[in-house]
Protein backbone atom coordinates (compact mmCIF):
# COMPACT_ATOMS: atom_id res chain seq x y z
CA UNK A 1 0.00 0.00 0.00
CA UNK A 2 2.93 2.38 -0.27
CA UNK A 3 1.42 3.89 -3.68
CA UNK A 4 -1.07 4.36 -1.65
CA UNK A 5 1.14 7.16 0.18
CA UNK A 6 2.26 8.68 -2.82
CA UNK A 7 -0.84 8.66 -4.45
CA UNK A 8 -1.69 10.56 -1.03
CA UNK A 9 1.29 12.70 -1.71
CA UNK A 10 0.65 13.49 -4.99
CA UNK A 11 -2.74 15.02 -4.15
CA UNK A 12 -1.14 17.07 -1.31
CA UNK A 13 1.07 18.46 -3.99
CA UNK A 14 -0.94 18.85 -6.82
CA UNK A 15 -3.85 20.61 -4.67
CA UNK A 16 -6.47 19.43 -6.91
CA UNK A 17 -5.23 21.38 -10.05
CA UNK A 18 -5.73 18.80 -13.25
CA UNK A 19 -3.01 20.89 -15.73
CA UNK A 20 -0.04 19.39 -13.53
CA UNK A 21 2.83 17.56 -15.43
CA UNK A 22 4.73 14.81 -13.76
CA UNK A 23 8.38 13.40 -14.67
CA UNK A 24 9.66 10.07 -14.52
CA UNK A 25 12.90 9.36 -13.65
CA UNK A 26 13.34 7.92 -17.54
CA UNK A 27 12.91 11.65 -18.35
CA UNK A 28 9.28 11.18 -19.66
CA UNK A 29 6.51 13.59 -18.75
CA UNK A 30 3.00 12.31 -17.82
CA UNK A 31 -0.21 13.53 -16.70
CA UNK A 32 -0.65 13.20 -12.63
CA UNK A 33 -3.73 10.15 -13.46
CA UNK A 34 -0.82 8.64 -15.59
CA UNK A 35 1.34 9.15 -12.60
CA UNK A 36 -0.91 7.50 -10.39
CA UNK A 37 -1.10 4.35 -12.72
CA UNK A 38 3.21 4.42 -12.52
CA UNK A 39 3.42 4.28 -8.90
CA UNK A 40 0.91 1.79 -8.12
CA UNK A 41 2.58 -0.54 -11.58
CA UNK A 42 5.65 0.56 -9.99
CA UNK A 43 4.57 -0.84 -6.25
CA UNK A 44 3.27 -3.75 -7.51
CA UNK A 45 6.49 -4.77 -9.68
CA UNK A 46 8.75 -4.45 -6.02
CA UNK A 47 9.87 -0.69 -5.85
CA UNK A 48 9.44 1.89 -3.41
CA UNK A 49 8.08 4.79 -4.24
CA UNK A 50 8.01 8.90 -3.65
CA UNK A 51 6.94 12.15 -4.90
CA UNK A 52 8.30 15.50 -4.42
CA UNK A 53 7.74 19.48 -6.19
CA UNK A 54 10.01 20.36 -8.72
CA UNK A 55 10.00 21.62 -12.09
CA UNK A 56 8.81 20.08 -15.02
CA UNK A 57 9.04 21.11 -18.64
CA UNK A 58 9.45 24.86 -17.11
CA UNK A 59 6.41 24.66 -14.28
CA UNK A 60 6.22 23.46 -11.08
CA UNK A 61 5.34 20.02 -11.34
CA UNK A 62 5.96 16.20 -9.56
CA UNK A 63 9.15 14.55 -9.91
CA UNK A 64 8.14 10.77 -9.33
CA UNK A 65 11.20 7.93 -8.31
CA UNK A 66 11.30 3.92 -7.73
CA UNK A 67 14.00 2.49 -6.13
CA UNK A 68 14.01 -1.96 -5.00
CA UNK A 69 13.10 -2.49 -2.09
CA UNK A 70 15.53 -3.27 0.66
CA UNK A 71 17.57 -0.32 -0.47
CA UNK A 72 17.49 3.15 1.15
CA UNK A 73 15.59 6.03 -0.64
CA UNK A 74 17.62 8.38 -3.15
CA UNK A 75 18.73 11.70 -1.50
CA UNK A 76 17.00 13.47 -4.70
CA UNK A 77 14.74 11.46 -6.78
CA UNK A 78 15.80 10.98 -10.37
CA UNK A 79 14.89 13.73 -13.08
CA UNK A 80 15.41 17.87 -13.30
CA UNK A 81 14.20 19.93 -10.48
CA UNK A 82 14.82 23.17 -13.24
Known amino acids: MEWANAWN ?4 LTKGRWNVRCMLPDYSVISVDDC ?3 LQ ?16 LGRPGILATRWPAGEMAPSEPEGSTE
Do not use: E
Not at 41 to 46: P, Q, R, T, W
Open 9 to 12: DLFD
Open 36 to 38: QGW
Open 41 to 56: DSAYSGFRVAVRAGFV
